[in-house]
């Protein structure tokens, strides 16, 4: 990242001598509720994000990491705008748990949310504080001062002025202030709300940018690891022989995770597949197509979320009512980084280098690894490479620990693809249930939602409809139900969001189409929820929506689905052409209408709905992991098709803009309603109803046959 | 075994005495520590580990060392003129055409290749050529856009 990354704050701070230090005497209101929600706080002290050098350079860190979704710019904006300097001036050290404040993780789209309003208000609070500096410097009131560029002068006389870098002059300032500092006003905005080029940009079209798998350290070692054919197999016989017999190869074994080892991965490589391992596989209980009844079987019982009025009621008011099942398979996060780490275990203490999506919650892991106390593990996280949930857990960072302890050595554990497709904290396999009615006038009447394995995000029922029930089963991972799934699950873009939006903006579509009524009318006729109305309306416009009612089977369709998620409200317009003769579905454009709060930065925002776009077409379109008990069938990219350049659509985002509300999720709102939209484009070129995901050209064929 | 390789990286003379059979990739990453070269799939199917062989572009995953004996390779540390970015890694900057940019210099290296072979691509032709590059945080409108805007510049056609 920078080199700021590879020194602790405590260094960096001596190395840069002076430097203002700040404290400030007031309550925590506001620095993170993700922090709360988790039991940890946000650090309250300005100087846990902030430091000011002599030369003026500020330096901002962050538990966040920077895995693409471009919060190394964003968060610089906000701090830049708030402190009141050019945002070149500050320097982003990320995912240190050395020199950064505590973070649970990067995820759920909370970084601009939750973690931004602390940086805010503690460059708001540093500003407050260095005007206050100033005010004494110049010797007038502080009410008379500006601040610009990280200067500070007298408003009425702008030569009289003293610089950030002045105040903080060789000096070691302990200060204290007792009032709260305003932020910055949109009106004010001058760092927010505009689009700056990525500032990680420049490293990494050169390729200066740093990923784990790219940092060395003298006397490294390349680990590949000795692995099962499948998950829940047994060890029964190891012979490493004939791979320790290989020049510059050692094998080592630290309480059964057994690696070969040498300076070079592909020695390691070759070596490794020379280790006779014979292993106990149990026959597997289901596989791809038989998980759904296992999920319904074996769920524990539900959690009701939602609900209101009776839905036998419901039943009765109903004109027509819709009875559906939907499901949607193992899918992968496949970023194109595999999870890769480099540790160093030495006097007792431990560094590792991860590609992690939470350096905090790596830390504690890698210690119960090694036997150590968390003080003594330190995790840095260069640029990640494609995170999506992924890079949750930390499996290879525990790894590498435990064969650098083992070796002695430093060691870089960097996964296969074949292993990233083993190990990967799969997107669960989900069932949904949904019984829904409507009444003659084309009034929703009743919604009785069941999940099983997807969790409940996304399922909020914002619809106006008297009579509803949501019933969630079993989280996503079983909650207690073992064994639930066959490997581990985990969070994924948006987690559940795009099983239950895929569900239920089909249903509504159906009911639509039965009532025959168009399918955008339907939604605006049956919610009141101001902001989805308005993402509607919006994305109604710009795709230049005509009414007609679905499916017109002409070959050719567009659909429509809406959802919130992450405090986000985004509506999409899908055109598509469906082959009769092939399958073959091509999505020709979406737009997409997203209204998230204040937006930082609203060219950032749009990569990030273009980016959900493209990637939600793998789960619409191809992307499944087929299994048989714990044997993964998928091991590159060959049998696990990605969406490629010839897939992605004209793609068009308007932002609506509401400047009342903070800013909100940006990460995944736009990915959760891509199922939905695409099944509900593909009902209106061909008239058929796509309720198994992926919607592959074979299933999307074997349904026009049907049909 | 030891096999005697001799070519020309990213503008210089490289003589190295190593297994020739070893792949172009991991001799880049490992021996000459030029990390921008990534390794995504190993089998030649994701394209990040691309780079220009004579101005072609190779995957260096699936590529022998001894196969660019006396040959002129570029890796993407190679292709700007001292601090002036090439044409393709402004584009894609001044584009947004990378997220976490693990895929970037394969895909840049893939569209320096495409260029150089069709220095007037239609859109379609640059989609084709894309095509085996891949790009998870989906970037592939953006990256479709700063290959345009070269071509463009070098008056080619925009359409």
Redesign the interface.
Known sequence: MTDATRIGRRDFVKALGGGILVLVSLPAAGLGRDAEAQGRAYPTDVNAYLHIAEDGTVTLHSGKIE????VMTSLTQMAAEDLGVALTSIRIVMGDTASCPWDAGTWGSMTTRFFGPAVRAAAAQARLILTDLAATRLGVPRTALSVENGVVFVTAARSRRVTFGELARGQRITHTVDERAVLRAVREFTVMGRSP??L????????????T??V?LPGML?ARIVRPPAHGATLRRLDTAAAEAVAGVRVVNHDGLVAVLSP???TSDRAVRLVRADWDVPAPAFGTESVFDHLVQAAADPRTTESAGDVEAGRQQSARTFDVTYRHPYVAH?????HAALAEVKDGKATVWASTQAPFSLQPQIARGLGFRVEDVRVITP??????GGKAAGQQAVEAARLAQAAGRPVQV?W??AEEFFYDTFDPAALVRVVSGVDASGRLTLWDYQVYGAGGRGTEVFYDVPNRRVRVYGGRSGEGAAPYHPFAVGPWRAPGANTNRFAAEQQIDAMASAAGVDPLEFRLRNTTDARMLSVLRAVGQASGWQPAVAPRRTGRGRGLACGIDAGTYVAHVAEVTVDRATGAVQVERVVCAQEMGIVVNP?GAK?QV??????GLGYALTEEVRFEGGRVLEA???TYP?????W?P??ETVLVPNDDLAPQGGGEPAIVNMGGVVANAIFDAAGVRMLRLPMTRERVLAEIGRG | MRDSVRFRLNGRPVSLQTDGT??LL?VL???L???????????G??G?CTVLVDGRAVRACQADLASVQGREVV???G??RGDR?HPL??A???H?G????????GM?LGAVALLQANPRPTREQ???G??G????????????AAIQAVSAQRGGRDD
Not at chain 1, 610 to 615: A, K
Not at chain 2, 33 to 41: A, I, M, R, V
Not at chain 2, 98 to 105: A, E, F, M, S
Not at chain 2, 133 to 144: D, T, W, Y
């Open positions: 895995m693409g979704q471009g080029k990525r990680d940009g420049p490293e990494k079209v050169t390729g200066a940018a740093k990923y798998a790219d060395r390349y070079d991965w592909e496949a970023p194109i980084e595999p640029y990640v490479g494609g995170g999506f960097g296969t693809r060219d990569m273009e980016g959900c776009v493209t990637m590159n990219f060959d990605l969406p490629r350049f010839s992605v004209r793609i | 070893r792949k991991w990453r490992n021996d520590e030029l990390t921008g070269t990534k390794y995504g799939c190993g089998e199917l994701c990040s890796t993407i540390e292709l700007a970015l890694q402004q894609f900057h001044e947004g990378l997220q976490c940019g693990y895929c970037t210099p840049i640059i989609v084709q894309m095509e590059h891949l790009c998870r945080c989906g970037a592939h409108q953006r990256i479709v």
